[in-house]
């Protein structure tokens, strides 16, 4: 079935980029999203990406699409204390109704 | 501002209990989820429901119920409490023509003692 990866922690110096990594598993993909979870609150979406898209640039924040290799990547440039979160890599087809979340990557600023 | 409210943000239950979490959203979404989050397993989909009185089951639904009697409104329902149903609980909507750009509520932390 479907499947997404990503690693569970990192660790980013401030004022450094951070690059959080998933992979998934479905081909069929259309969409591929970017949710931020801060400590105590619900997810709330940064960025989607079409799977027609290479990438896709957002004030500090890219995406970056590897169709060929299912990989999917979030480069924060920068990084400040604020980004401190939980980051979740999700997917979706056209025609689902559903999205597939990854695990979360937890990211920590250290001063 | 757009809204998805959760009713509790905390809630202590006892084993066998019958436990409400109730969802609202403002946005006129077709698509209501709930989902459940727990350390390094992300989130999983318990129910989701794609318009008034229609429920599909997700990944894990045993164990639980929904009611989505209004557009706008969709309950979970736990009938009979278990320790291991201890777990954050989210609820999301999208449109039914973007239905990955979910809107979350708050979550409401469920501990079952």
């Known amino acids: 079935g479907e499947d997404v990866e990503q690693s569970l922690f990192l660790s980013v110096r401030e004022g450094d980029s951070s690059v959080i990594n998933c992979t998934y598993t479905?081909?069929?993909?259309?969409?591929l999203y970017w949710y931020k979870q801060e400590p105590g609150a619900g997810l709330q979406l940064l960025t989607y990406?079409?799977?027609?898209?290479d990438m896709k640039q957002d004030q500090r924040l890219t995406v970056l699409l590897n169709k060929k290799d299912k990989h999917l990547s979030l480069r924060i440039a920068d990084t400040q204390t604020g980004d401190s979160a939980i980051y979740f890599c999700a997917e979706s087809t056209m025609s689902a109704s559903k999205i597939i979340f990854g695990s979360g990557t937890r990211l920590s600023i250290r001063p | 501002d757009v809204k998805v409210t959760q009713s509790s943000r905390y809630l202590v239950k006892r084993t066998g209990e019958k436990v409400f979490l109730e969802c609202v959203q403002d946005?006129?979404?077709?698509?209501m989820f709930w989902y459940r989050q727990d350390p390094g397993l992300g989130l999983r989909l318990i129910y989701f429901?794609?318009?008034?009185?229609?429920?599909e089951k997700g990944d894990i639904p045993e164990g639980y119920s929904v009611s989505r009697e209004k557009k706008e409104r969709f309950s979970l329902i736990l009938e009979s409490a278990s320790t291991n149903q201890t777990s954050m609980y989210l609820c999301?909507?999208?449109?039914?023509?973007?239905?990955?750009?979910?809107?979350f509520g708050p979550g409401t932390r469920l501990t079952v003692l």
């Open positions: 999301a909507s999208s449109l039914k023509a973007l239905a990955g750009v979910l809107f």
């Open positions: 946005m006129d979404h077709e698509n």
């Open positions: 990406i079409f799977s027609n898209m």
């Open positions: 429901s794609y318009d008034v009185k229609m429920k």
């Open positions: 479905d081909s069929s993909s259309t969409y």
